[in-house]
């Protein structure tokens, strides 16, 4: 299922949906249709788990009443749901681990376990957008295509092998930085700020997703490509980063993971290159789609 957050002219308050051949479905709508108790939100439904989820495809085999349906070019998307928090993966490509050490000051060697950071909820942007350019702040706003890990089931000292059950889907979050904001080796700040964490434009439940290790990623600046790879090049796989974190971190229903980013940043670029506004960033994942957001002056 390709589960989202949508808006309409005529309903400004958020409403869970799900995405199917060209139209958005109101799953709030339909469960008041048939009667069935239903979380009212994304988040609430990943919280309810999979019980919420057998519900919210059961409402998808019964009839539609029109009211429940819309055309995709009739309804705007919002962020999928604020995350209880965003975990990072830091330098978690090959390529990127050795275009950071060239143009940032990050270790050339590989690191020998995940390297984690967090960005706040209050990063989340949805689809579309803006990315917020406050030139007082950064001359060096910069993009990462990262494929993210919704949390569906709580998971401490979970291992490699229990960790997939702790998924509830995937979606795509682009790890906007201001390269010029890392103070003292801390990237809060850095990564952190309002708008730099652009989240969506759906999240698609891991039955949707064969194999979360080889889907093709890309970003794009402008219409041109910055970024292009497979999460199958991924330092420390899915798996291992959940056993990870769990190690000493609840991960909890509605969490993300970023699970990091590919080489072709901006500042990786000969020479850099970075996001001003004006710009348009489209960051895409195979299998969920594009996350395309305008960069604005915000001074
Ligand atoms: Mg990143």
Redesign the pocket.
């Known amino acids: 299922m390709r589960l989202l957050t949508f808006t309409t002219t005529t309903a400004a308050d958020p409403r869970l949906g799900v995405e199917t051949d060209g139209h958005v479905l109101d799953l709030t709508a339909l469960a008041d249709h048939a009667r069935v108790r239903l979380p009212h939100d994304l988040l609430g439904l990943v919280q309810a788990g999979p019980a919420g989820l057998d519900a919210a495809r059961r409402l998808l085999d019964g009839a539609y009443p029109a009211h429940a349906v819309h055309r995709t070019e009739d309804v705007r998307l919002s962020a999928p749901f604020r995350p209880g928090k965003i975990i990072?993966?830091?330098l978690n490509y090959v390529e990127h681990v050795e275009e950071s050490s060239r143009s940032l000051d990050t270790d050339k060697e590989l690191p020998p376990r995940p390297v984690l950071f967090s960005k706040p909820a209050t990063a989340v942007t949805g689809p579309g957008a803006p990315i917020l350019h406050n030139a007082d702040l950064t001359t060096q706003l910069d993009w990462?295509c990262?494929l993210a890990v919704v949390i569906g089931r709580t998971a401490f000292r979970v291992s490699e092998e229990e960790a997939y059950d702790h998924i509830f889907g995937f979606s795509i979050v682009n790890?906007i930085?201001a390269r010029d904001q890392r103070r003292s080796g801390q990237w809060f700040f850095s990564?952190g700020q309002d708008s730099y964490a652009p989240f969506g434009p759906v999240v698609v439940t891991a039955d949707a997703i064969p194999d979360p290790m080889d889907l093709d990623l890309s970003l794009r600046v402008n219409g041109v490509t910055k970024q292009k790879s497979n999460t199958r090049h991924m330092l420390f796989p899915i798996a291992r980063l959940i056993a990870d974190i769990s190690s000493g971190v609840t991960l909890e229903p509605g969490d993300v993971i970023?699970t990091?980013?590919p080489s072709g940043v901006g500042a990786g670029m000969v020479p850099p290159e970075f996001l001003a506004p004006g710009d348009t960033v489209e960051a895409a994942v195979e299998l969920i789609g594009t996350l395309t957001n305008p960069v604005v002056d915000a001074r």
Do not use: P
Request: hydrophobic share 20%; charged share 35%; net charge negative.
């Open positions: 990072g993966v830091g990462e990262e790890d930085s990564k970023a990091g980013s």
